[in-house]
């Protein structure tokens, strides 16, 4: 690389850090004359000085000064400086081009108030010192310095005196110059090889570390002498000339000032200092572009195209991208340009040579430019399998370099499956940082908060302390998720200890880091602070709203054409991807989570008009893990027995259904066991895995494991009633969709376990509940349905042994839900047992409460007891609490389908008249909603 490219480099650099003084000398003020109006030179002035003072011999500039100010005194000598500096001055383009490049520090030895005007016209925020009182009041990091004082405050640096006594009159300000140069790469513009002001800054500088960051002057003839000189003090000249820098642009500036603003704005945009007929420049010039995203283990596209500009994204149906960077004939952008367009030309050059090269060509390639390697493996973090390359044929196909750092699709899907698995992953990597943010992260997924909250403490000091700004960036949001469910979930003992915890600011931290960490992060700050995942909502929406019209038009006979339809999947797949592997605990923010269900209705709308819908494991991932259960009951409705139309089917791969059977449902089951807590989330997780499953044409092979992990989780105090309705859902789908023929031992084996948890004492509420109520009665059903016959006299002997423990309405109950249901699908003997004790229960003497009524009802309905016509009276007697409409009880809807299954089935037209009572008493209920109920 030039060496005059390496120095433009250093000075974007220091800058990028926040490190970067402009000095600003009478050069750059000069850029500001008009044709009515001209700011003096030096010369000028001192030549207007000699001639008051009558002086011909040469004397030295702060001494004539000093002459004229002992002369003619102190008001005159303002005067007469202060008439060739008029307030008004109007700030030129390279005024507002030094204020664009916003260097840390801006420091002058002018006394005009052109660079004040120029920060308060565009908006700037730099606090003007031009005493030592302005240094010690100002609050800005970036600061504009009048070192020389201005007219305002009556503190001009001019004649001798002022020098001498500088460090009496400005003694912060002298130190603060002096620590910038030690700190500060320090670029001066607008100052000759003999400016006196640049002389006295040689001064101070005598005394800085050799070791202080480079100096540079701007200048526009080449001076060995002058330059040997300044480089013994540190400062390497830069000559500028119209060859290399363009000023065609810029009539309205004379040459220096042109030249100046042009140096400038190729700062700004540092494309300018690669060589494009160098091919490792180029190569690094896309690096260097990048690089920076290497310290995260997923990137996104989104960062992909704000790091390298001026490029974009095919997506393949395999759920990859492909890379296309934008040429100076290509596609139009917000952020054309043709220098960076030139430099992709190159570089697809370059890669449209390899392409052609056998395997020891590209291997020998490789070794030289390990650059294009660090490049392809930055991309394989984004799925981007390749790069497209130039077309020169006919045929339409697009061409790509293929990315050789990363896998088929198939080995990245298995890859990737440890992230989504709801598996305890055990960080390997020796990466303290890495390791750090991983186990911070497990303890979270799986409740485990104070433990998350105190590894991820750990690992924010850790990123302050190695300056890791994307791993900080995460890590301070990631706090905030931690604390959200310390301090506000419903199931944390310890709520108090972190109710005093302030929760980060996270827009006031990031624009703390340095500018050049802004720039680098700040896609990555836009997905955490929710702006781009709110932009990616509205994005879905509108493409559901676009795929559901465009469903209905060619249902309707119509046609549709989308050119970018494999665009959500990529895109899905990259920004799943993107938080699990940078463990960003971003999964309980509800925009997220709404795009990520999004994905998964699109997929399943762009394949709605075919037989059959295929999601992949991302999809079914995102399913189980941001659906509610009543979301997704809702959206698996299209796939539910449909007798009208055309059955639209779920369906998976092999791999991904052997991977939902024995890898996530054993997982979440484990889950469950392990930890009882509802707080995260594992019970939805799990029923939502076998509302799933219910709808894939399963193996026999899965069904027996599917059935195992049922038993294995009712068999624990972790049953829930959602995952028994799960399981009662999966049962009644397999048989209505595929009628699946599931094993009579397999099933009975699971009402066993349900038959044991009573007899053990180990049925919890909730288990009670699902059985008292029919969460469970398709498990019942379908023993029936493969013919089945429970025989099993000795287990329900002890059922019923311990139920005659229990209260009289409860053994009503159960007699009712479980004793009965058995009893329609066993052998004599055991129906012998659960006639006799439900016999037992009808005989026992009742209170005639509502309970007693149903279960009476019933009693009479399956015939284990004769209608008594004297029932009549009493039930009319018993009804009659109902008929002020002061009270209702809910049970009267039971009541209402017994008495009508009675009168229509059994043929009791006694009841005939309290049933059209019963319907009337419900009729009025619904007319007085706010009614009082029992």
Known sequence: ???????????????????????????????????????????????????????????????????????????????TLKKYFPEDITPSSLHRTILKVSPRVIITTNWDSIIENAIEQEGYLYDTICTDKDLVSSTSPNKFIKIHGDF???????????????????????????????????????????DINLKHIMKWMQSHSSS???????????????????????????????ESYSIDEIQHLEKRSALTQSFLTYIMQDDRAVDPNDEQEVISFIYERIQHLKQLSSITHNQIRGAITNC????????????????????????????????????????????????????KFYRKNSRLTDVLSILALANIKGVILPNDNDSGKIMYFVNEKIGSAQNLEQQDRKHISFSEYECKSNDFIKFLSSESYERYKFGEDELAFKKNSELILACKRHKIYSMLLI??????????????????????????????????????????????????????????????????????LELTKTVESIKAGGMSFNNNADEPTSTHINLLMFALKNHIMIDQHAPYKAVMRDFVKISVLRQSLKEIVKLNQYEFYSAIQFYSSKELQSELRVFSKNEGSNQLRLNASDECSEWIVSTILPNLTDRLIKDRSLSDGHETKFA????????????????????????????????TIGIYEAINEFLAHQYSLFKREIETDVLINILNTVIDKITSQTAHGWDQHAILNGSIGNLYGYIGVVKGEYTDKDRVRRLVSELETYKPEDQRKFSRSLLYSIFNIS????????????????????????????????????????????????????????????????????????????ISKKGIDELESLNKELGDLIERYKRWPNRSSI
């Open 1 to 79: 690389m030039h060496l005059h490219n390496v120095h433009i480099k250093n000075i974007k650099q220091a800058n990028e850090d926040d490190r970067l003084a402009i000095f600003v000398g009478a050069g750059i003020s000069k850029s500001s004359d008009t044709d009515y109006l001209s700011l003096p030179s030096w010369s000028d002035l001192i030549t207007e000085l000699k001639s008051d003072l009558a002086i011909t011999e040469e004397l030295d500039y702060l001494k004539l000064a000093q002459l004229y100010y002992l002369e003619f005194g102190e008001q005159t000598y303002n005067q």
């Open 152 to 194: 305002k405050n009556h503190n001009i640096v001019f004649k001798e005196d002022d020098y001498l006594n500088y460090s009496r009159n400005f003694p912060l300000i002298e130190n603060n110059i002096k620590s910038i140069f030690s700190t500060h790469t320090v670029l001066f513009l607008g100052y000759s090889y003999n």
């Open 212 to 242: 202080a960051p480079p100096m540079y002057l701007v200048n526009f003839k080449t001076d060995k002498p002058q330059e040997s000189y300044l480089r013994n003090h540190g400062i390497t000249t830069l000559v500028l000339d119209s």
């Open 312 to 363: 974009g994204f095919r997506y393949d149906d395999d759920g990859l991208s492909i890379l296309e960077l934008f040429k100076t004939q290509g596609v139009l952008t917000t952020d054309n340009c043709n220098t960076t367009r030139l430099l992709h030309e190159k570089f697809l050059e370059i890669l449209s040579r390899i392409d052609l090269f056998c395997e020891d060509e590209k291997e």
């Open 475 to 544: 890590a301070l949001f990631n706090k905030n998720s931690i604390l959200w469910r310390l301090k506000y979930s419903f199931y944390k003992e310890n709520r108090k200890e972190f109710e005093k915890e302030t929760e980060v600011e996270l827009q006031d931290e990031f624009f703390k880091f340095p500018k050049s960490e802004i720039k680098k992060n700040q896609v990555l700050y836009d997905f955490l602070a929710l702006h781009s995942v709110h932009q990616k909502a509205n994005e879905c929406t509108k493409k559901i």
């Open 688 to 719: 939502n895995s076998v509302r799933l499953l219910a709808f894939l044409d399963l193996s026999d092979t899965h069904i027996s494991k599917v059935m195992s992990e049922f038993s294995r989780l009712i068999t624990s105090s972790s049953t």
């Open 827 to 902: 052998n004599a003997n055991v129906r012998n047992i659960i006639k006799k004790f439900i016999e037992g229960v009808i005989s026992q003497p009742k209170t005639k409460g509502i309970d007693d009524w149903e279960f009476e009802f019933w009693s009479v309905a399956v015939d284990f007891k004769d209608f008594e016509t004297e029932t009549v009276k009493k039930l009319d007697e018993y009804l009659e609490q109902f008929r002020d409409g002061k009270s209702f009880s809910s049970q009267l809807y039971s009541l209402k389908r017994l008495t009508q299954h009675l």
